[in-house]
């Protein structure tokens, strides 16, 4: 079992900054693919970016360059630091993880998921 949790959440205004954590535990965190979604009011889950355990990155093209992911597998920490967020970047943000080598876009691919934390962005 791998436990995940993520900090971070608020509310702010559109052109702000925020970062959000997700902290692992009970699994070997530096052998997983990390990742983050979101779901909005009344939609599906959406991907949002990935790092896999030697650092490479993907991004959907809604938050490419203005999201960045990052990893410290010393602490077992994921971060996504976004900026210049938008009213439609509201969502409830969730880390999870999968033991792969490959990132996919597809939530079913992911086995741990942490509780989420709210993102909302005002204009």
């Known amino acids: 079992q791998m436990q995940l949790a993520e900090t971070g959440g608020g509310l702010v205004q559109a052109g702000d900054s925020l970062r959000l954590s997700c902290a692992a535990s009970?699994?070997?965190?530096?052998?997983?693919?990390m990742a983050w979604f979101r779901r909005a009011p009344g939609k599906d889950f959406e991907f949002v970016t990935a790092?896999?355990?030697?650092?490479?990155?993907h991004f959907a093209d809604s938050v490419k360059g203005r999201f960045a992911i990052s990893r410290d597998n010393s602490k077992n920490l994921m971060y996504l630091q976004m900026e210049s967020l938008k009213p439609e970047d509201t969502a409830v943000y969730y880390c999870?993880?999968?033991?792969?080598?490959?990132?996919?876009?597809?939530?079913?691919?992911?086995?741990?998921w942490g509780q989420g934390t709210q993102v909302t962005v005002s204009l």
């Open positions: 999870a993880s999968a033991y792969m080598t490959m990132i996919y876009v597809h939530r079913e691919r992911y086995r741990y």
């Open positions: 009970g699994r070997t965190f530096g052998s997983y693919v």
């Open positions: 790092i896999t355990s030697s650092g490479a990155t």
